[in-house]
Each structure stands twice: as structure tokens, then as C-alpha cells.
């Protein structure tokens, strides 16, 4: 299914395989997450994140999958953490069967690891709430982690502040055909192919202005 005037898919696939263990393509995001922030006027680092989950259904193709009793899907799930523009800090994939609270953990971990310097503040829905999360946060890098629920008494669907960024971020991909489904058998392999998604996207923001790719 490649283009016609790109090589033959295996030697397309050894540089996706030797891309992805060695995190080029993370590498790739977050050069590119920086330069779309500073052409908009903000810090090349966040201060605020936003996490949250969307299940996919699977493919007949085999692989770690799980159902999420909640949504009724069979499949996986992805995992994100973004800045308050949208744009991808983190994403990790996993089956669908387990909850929000606990694969918050493998997320938050991983930007732990990347180390945010100016990251301050993560916003989440109720689904995250967490004692021993919020204060392992807290202990090891001083980040606060804040729960935005819907107002009492509201009844069905509301907006709520900030937190639709990332749910924006979700449909963002959701234009991508490879990410309709999960066709991944390897977990990894589902995050590359989400940074990939988001590489292309920003691409299209700096098009106009390639000296802001450096």
C-alpha cells in the first residue's frame, strides 16, 4: 500500500523498525512540537499537560488487544498527554481492558523520563483520580495533577475548560486512516504510527515557513 515512487517496503519497514527502537520519530515530534509553539508566540516547553484515553477497535490482526467494558470496544488503547495547543508530548499504547487511572502511570512515567522542565500542571478528567499517582507526582518532579469534572447537576454533553483540547487532539488523528482502526500487533509500533500522524500535521503548520524547522 506504499506510493508508487517510494522503495520497496522492506527496506521502508527496516527504517520504520530501527526509527521507532531508537525513537526517531519522538525525536522528530518534539523538534517539531517546539518550533510550532515558538511560531505561535509561546515557551518551546509546556507548563500545562492533558491527559487522557481513547479506545480503538482492533483488526482481525493479532496482538495485545483488551475489551473496555465502559465504551464496549474490543481493541486498544491510546494514551496521551498534550500540551494546551494540542500538540503531542507523550503517547503510549495499550490494551483497552485497563483503566484510565492505571495506564496514567505508564504516561506519566515516560514524560517523567523526558523530563519537561516547565511542566507544572496536568489537567484530567475524574477518570484519573489517584492518591498514590497524584502523590508520587508531587514527591518526584513537583507537578500537580488536577481533576476537571463537569459542573454538579449538569446532565449530558458539556465542554469542558481546556480539557476539549485534547479531545481535539483525538479527532485530530482520527483523519488518519491508518489510526481508524488498530492494525498494530506490536504496541510500539501503534505509537509510531500516532507520532507519525502528528509529524505530518505540524509539517503542514511550518510549510509556509521552513526556516522555523531548525
Not at 156 to 183: C, H, I, K, M
Request: a positive charge.
Amino acid at each position: 500500500m506504499l506510493p508508487h515512487d517510494f522503495p520497496a517496503w522492506q527496506t521502508v519497514y527496516k527504517y520504520f523498525r530501527y526509527w521507532k527502537r531508537t525513537e526517531v520519530w519522538q525525536a522528530i515530534n518534539d523538534a517539531l512540537r517546539e518550533a510550532v509553539r515558538l511560531e505561535a508566540g509561546r515557551e518551546a516547553e509546556p507548563s500545562v499537560g492533558l491527559i487522557d484515553s481513547q479506545s480503538v477497535k482492533g483488526s482481525s490482526i493479532a496482538g495485545e488487544r483488551g475489551v473496555d467494558g465502559f465504551k464496549r470496544v474490543k481493541g486498544r488503547k491510546r494514551h496521551i498527554l498534550t500540551d494546551t495547543m494540542g500538540l503531542l508530548l507523550v503517547v503510549v499504547s495499550h490494551a483497552a481492558n485497563i483503566p484510565d487511572k492505571t495506564g496514567a502511570w505508564a504516561v506519566l512515567a515516560c514524560a517523567v523520563v523526558k523530563g519537561f522542565s516547565r511542566l507544572e500542571l496536568i489537567l484530567a478528567d475524574g477518570g484519573y483520580e489517584s492518591g498514590p499517582l497524584t502523590q508520587w507526582l508531587a514527591t518526584i518532579v513537583s507537578w500537580t495533577l488536577q481533576l476537571v469534572t463537569r459542573p454538579e447537576g449538569q446532565k449530558g454533553f458539556v465542554v469542558q475548560a481546556q480539557r476539549w483540547v485534547v479531545e481535539r487532539t483525538f479527532a485530530w488523528l482520527g483523519r488518519y486512516r491508518r489510526l481508524n482502526r488498530e492494525y498494530e500487533v506490536l504496541p510500539d509500533s501503534s505509537e509510531a504510527m500516532v507520532y507519525i500522524a502528528m509529524i505530518h500535521l505540524m509539517l503542514n503548520r511550518l510549510g509556509k515557513n521552513p526556516a522555523l524547522w531548525t
